[in-house]
């Protein structure tokens, strides 16, 4: 059974930090690429950033520079790394994992709420 279970969600003042992390089994995590979303209310869920089996990283331009993914694929773990936070990154953050060779395998967590606040 396949598991992705996000925490370090909370409640922080803007132009704080905040660090995610990610858990998952069940799967080979080594070879998977693995990346965070994030939907906020009332909206669609939106890539965040991502890192692929071999390390390349990726983020889209309204968190580069504040948000930082990195993985340990001894522990099975992906984390995003947040700082200067702004009210506008409020939102329930999701983990995802994908893995595409002749069929795709891809897998959500529950996410973790976010919430920048003064």
């Known amino acids: 059974q396949v598991q992705l279970v996000e925490s370090g969600g909370g409640l922080v003042q803007p132009g704080g930090s905040l660090s995610l992390s990610c858990a998952s089994s069940?799967?080979?995590?080594?070879?998977?690429?693995m990346d965070w979303y994030r939907q906020a209310p009332g909206k669609q869920r939106e890539f965040v950033a991502s890192?692929?089996?071999?390390?390349?990283?990726n983020a889209v331009y309204s968190v580069k520079g504040r948000f930082t993914i990195s993985r340990d694929n001894a522990k099975n773990m992906v984390y995003l790394h947040m700082k200067s936070l702004k009210p506008e990154d409020t939102a329930v953050y999701y983990c995802?994992?994908?893995?595409?060779?002749?069929?795709?395998?891809?897998?959500w967590g529950q996410g973790t709420q976010v919430t920048v606040s003064s």
């Open positions: 995802h994992a994908t893995y595409r060779s002749s069929s795709i395998y891809d897998y």
């Open positions: 069940g799967i080979i995590f080594s070879i998977y690429n």
């Open positions: 890192i692929s089996s071999d390390g390349t990283t």
